[in-house]
C-alpha cells in the first residue's frame, strides 16, 4: 500500500508563485516516478511534470520554463515550484507515484489563479 498526500495548493494571483509537495508513504514498495497532472473543470486530467527516481525530467509544454519539478528520494517527496502563474492553471493538482506493478494518486490540492 501506498499512500499519496499533496499540500501546497490555494489562492494566488496571476504572475505569482506557489510550492506544491507531495509526499509517497510506504515501508513495503519502492517508488520509481513520480509525477503532477492537473485537471480543470470540464477537461480531462493532463500531465504537468513528471519526474524519475534518477531525476529524469518531463513537462507538459505549457508549462515549460515556468514550473520546476524536484525530488527528494529519501523522504519520497516531490515538489512543483510554480512560477508566473497564469488563470488557465486553475485547476485542482494531483500527485501520483508508480511502484512496479502499480499507480497511487493523491486526493489533489485546489490551485485558483485570479486575473
Known amino acids: 500500500q501506498v499512500q499519496v498526500v499533496e499540500s501546497g495548493g490555494g489562492l494566488v494571483q496571476a504572475g505569482g508563485s506557489l510550492r506544491l509537495s507531495c509526499v509517497a508513504s510506504?515501508?513495503?514498495?519502492?517508488?520509481?516516478?513520480m509525477g503532477w497532472y492537473r485537471q480543470a473543470p470540464g477537461k480531462q486530467r493532463e500531465l504537468v511534470a513528471l519526474i524519475t527516481n534518477g531525476g529524469s525530467t518531463d513537462y507538459a509544454d505549457s508549462v515549460k520554463g515556468r514550473f520546476t519539478i524536484s525530488r527528494d528520494n529519501a523522504k519520497n517527496t516531490v515538489y512543483l515550484e510554480m512560477n508566473s502563474l497564469k488563470p488557465e492553471d486553475t485547476a485542482v493538482y494531483y500527485c501520483?507515484?508508480?511502484?512496479?506493478?502499480?499507480?497511487?494518486w493523491g486526493q489533489g490540492t485546489q490551485v485558483t489563479v485570479s486575473s
Open positions: 510506504t515501508s513495503q514498495f519502492r517508488i520509481n516516478a
Open positions: 501520483n507515484a508508480k511502484t512496479f506493478a502499480a499507480v497511487w
